[in-house]
């Protein structure tokens, strides 16, 4: 059974830091993509980051480019996410995904974990 655990999420002021991390479990992930998507209140789920298996080529959202870092740990079926500079907007549910083609579609989902950046 195929697992997605998010953790690091919290409450940072705007300009701050913080990493997120995902593990996943029940296969073999290494040639998936794996990535990010976000929820705020009253919006629509939408794409952050994404890394591919095959090269770990990463890809941003217009909204997150040289703030956020994505990476991933393929010994560890783990994705990360480095989110610095943060602002209020970036404050949303964030969801760990897998999937293939640069996460355009998506196999397993993550429960979601809190962002909430104070201004």
């Known amino acids: 059974q195929v697992q997605l655990l998010e953790s690091g999420g919290g409450l940072v002021q705007a300009g701050g830091s913080l990493r997120l991390s995902c593990s996943a479990s029940?296969?073999?992930?290494?040639?998936?993509?794996m990535g990010w998507f976000r929820q705020a209140p009253g919006k629509e789920r939408e794409f952050v980051a994404a890394?591919?298996?095959?090269?770990?080529?990463?890809y941003y959202a217009d909204a997150v480019k040289g703030r956020f870092t994505i990476s991933r740990d393929n010994a560890k079926s783990t994705v990360y996410l480095q989110m610095n500079s943060l602002k209020s907007e970036d404050t949303a549910v964030y969801y760990c995904?897998?999937?293939?083609?640069?996460?355009?579609?998506?196999?397993?989902w993550g429960p979601g974990t809190q962002v909430t950046v104070s201004s």
């Open positions: 890394i591919q298996g095959s090269d770990s080529m990463p």
């Open positions: 995904a897998v999937g293939s083609n640069s996460l355009r579609f998506t196999d397993y």
């Open positions: 029940g296969r073999t992930f290494s040639n998936y993509a």
